[in-house]
């Protein structure tokens, strides 16, 4: 790409993202009817959100979000890390009661906790850990989720499908048995979690959980800080125990992916930090690079559309599969339906990575209704796609 190409991509860019609406972010509050509380919730949509039609977002749920700085941290980090500028999500807080907020018996910890199995009366004790008073409603919270938050959020945001939760401590413990019990999600980032509560039954269930048997692509991260090495000796032997399950990649098929970090300077709560931004560009390399690599087996009808004032010259699509020419830029020629369309009918493998160029990438298209970088179809319910080009410069490397 010349000099003079790379000039007008980069003021393309920069006018279309001036245009673009903010980031914000919505506080809601939710009735359920596996908690007798209203359930607080945070949704952060990403710049561009409303004029990128055509873009569909992965979805990160982010536990503890009461302590907002979490919540926060996320939704700047994906904006902030180099690895895929390009890559922006959702992303949904769910809210724990606190101390000045909670209702009366109902703390954080009773979110994160399940029922023990290893003491007497179990379902009485409703969860007693430690000391403290906290209660094991972890089963409710996945209620919540799957029934109630997760729904809401599909059918309210253009999601592509891919959910990632992350946690922190207990809420990380939480995640990690949101895989184990319920696959709640597709990608998971658990941060210091607790693995010897009810006498290691976390890192017992790891190892018995059947890791052969999951067939698609996923992305695993756990980590720990100083309490590694200077916790108790429950907390160390649990993170051992599990750090060397999770290491051992005979455990898992070659489409799961598992990282295991320790960061032994930081103490518990502030490893979150460079715990998260380490997680955070791992995911966004297997989301970026390993997950193109896995399609479907099935094809699918796609209809895709390209839109102009003056759609003048031949158009091409090129994407991430034999059907697309296998990113040769001058890959499949559209047909000019008429003066302002192009379109193409395709059997295709998803999800579907993909451009158009006028036959080199010398001359890419400036797309207005969908972030910047590969075009991407995700599943079968957004195949009828129509995309638009930038009315003041229509293509890089074109006056």
Known sequence: ??????????????????????????????????????????????????????????????FDSQDRSKFDLVHCLTDLLPLDEHKHFIIVGICSPNLITSQIGYLRNADYLPIPIHVKNAESSRGLFSDEQAYGHSADLKMFLKHELMPYIATHYRTSGRKIGIGHSLSASFVLDCMISDDLFDDYIAISPNYCYDEYRLASDLEQYPWMSHQEPRFIYTSMGKEATTWDKSWQKGWQRASKFFSDRSHFPANTIVSVQQ???????????????????????????????????????????????????????????????????????????????????????????????????????????????????????HTNCVYRLWDKIPWTGEE
Not at 31 to 55: A, C
Request: aromatic residues 12%; hydrophobic residues 35%; contains cysteine.
């Open 1 to 62: 790409m010349n000099k003079k190409t790379i000039i007008t991509a980069f003021l393309a860019l920069i006018s279309l993202g001036a245009n673009a609406q903010l980031a914000s972010v919505k506080e809601l509050s939710m009735q359920s009817e596996y908690f007798g509380f209203e359930r607080q919730v945070l949704i952060y949509t990403p710049v561009g959100y409303q004029e990128f039609d055509q873009t569909y977002y992965d979805v990160i749920y982010v």
């Open 263 to 381: 960061f032994p300077e930081y103490e518990h709560n502030p490893s979150y930090l460079p715990s998260l931004t380490e997680a955070l560009n791992e995911y966004l390399q297997f989301s970026t690079s390993f997950l193109q690599q896995h399609m479907s087996k099935e094809t699918y009808p796609v209809h895709i559309e390209l839109q102009s004032k003056d759609m003048k010259g031949d158009v091409y699509i090129t994407g991430n599969q034999e059907a697309l020419a296998n990113w040769n830029p001058k890959g499949i020629k559209m047909e000019q339906v008429n003066d302002s369309t192009c379109s193409i009918d395709l059997q295709l493998h998803l999800p579907v990575y993909f451009k158009f160029t006028r036959g080199d990438w010398e001359h890419g298209a400036n797309i207005v209704n969908a972030e910047p970088g590969n075009l991407i179809i995700h599943d079968a319910k």
